[in-house]
T-cell receptor, first 117, second 112 residues
Framework: GAVVSQHPSRVICKSGTSVKIECRSL??????MFWYRQFPKQSLMLMAT?????????EQGVEKDKFLINHASLTLSTLTVTSAHPEDSSFYIC?????????????FGPGTRLTVL | QKEVEQDPGPLSVPEGAIVSLNCTYS??????FMWYRQYSRKGPELLMY????GNKEDGRFTAQVDKSSKYISLFIRDSQPSDSATYLC????????????FGTGTRLQVTL
């Protein structure tokens, strides 16, 4: 149980285009999902916290108009990188909060490697 | 200064060795201390967490937290090739389901 999937696993796009990344909790409902970003040789950094049915909360320094987050259902959150540029190339990973079976923790997806040319 | 410092390695040990992985941190508000294991092309998987200072043991794994020194450790006994992965420390102020601050991760290779 507690599986989180991400799609796509890898994406290459041209500068100026938008890219959408999906995060799904496959076997549990997640009222909260988190989006992280990891640059090479750096740690996972939280970008934003999304709660189902409400606006996402962004960390300091993360542009909310560039990284659009939608959490329309209890099993799906999406991150759209708008007008992507090469400096947005990174590893994006989501996690979903589970409060089922007496636990309260977050489970991570496998990540999405974004390359902007 | 980073909030959490972790040596990226790589760390290479022979099978059966005791492995010691460490992190230091600067924010005294952290109360929850976690260790995640991440295999290649997979998401981080929670190994263990500790609340406040002290030790916690789970099988071959022991987590230690020294809040006075702002230093946490993960020990792996009788290491196996299947333990080869990247180990990330993470910390939060309010639980494993809350905002996490990660170290960079230490890549561990256990050789036959």
């Amino acid at each position: 149980g507690a599986v989180v999937s991400q799609h796509p696993s890898r994406v290459i796009c041209k500068s100026g285009t938008s890219v959408k990344i999906e995060c799904r909790s496959l076997d549990f409902q997640a009222t909260t999902m988190f989006w992280y970003r990891q640059f090479p040789k750096q740690s996972l950094m939280l970008m934003a916290t999304s709660n189902e049915g409400s606006k996402a909360t962004y960390e300091q320094g993360v542009e909310k108009d560039k990284f659009l987050i939608n959490h329309a259902s209890l099993t799906l959150s999406t991150l759209t990188v708008t007008s992507a540029h090469p400096e947005d190339s990174s590893f994006y990973i989501c996690s979903a909060r589970s409060r089922e079976s007496g636990t309260d923790t977050q489970y991570f997806g496998p990540g999405t490697r974004l390359t902007v040319l | 200064q980073k909030e959490v410092e972790q040596d990226p390695g790589p760390l290479s040990v022979p099978e059966g060795a005791i492995v010691s992985l460490n992190c230091t941190y600067s924010n005294s508000a952290f109360q929850y201390f976690m260790w995640y294991r991440q295999y290649s092309r997979k998401g981080p998987e929670l190994l263990m967490y500790t609340y406040s200072s002290g030790n916690k043991e789970d099988g071959r794994f022991t987590a230690q937290v020294d809040k006075s020194s702002k230093y946490i450790s993960l020990f792996i006994r009788d290491s196996q090739p299947s333990d080869s992965a990247t180990y990330l420390c993470a910390m939060s102020m309010s639980g494993t389901a809350s905002k996490l601050t990660f170290g960079t991760g230490t890549r561990l290779q256990v050789t036959l």
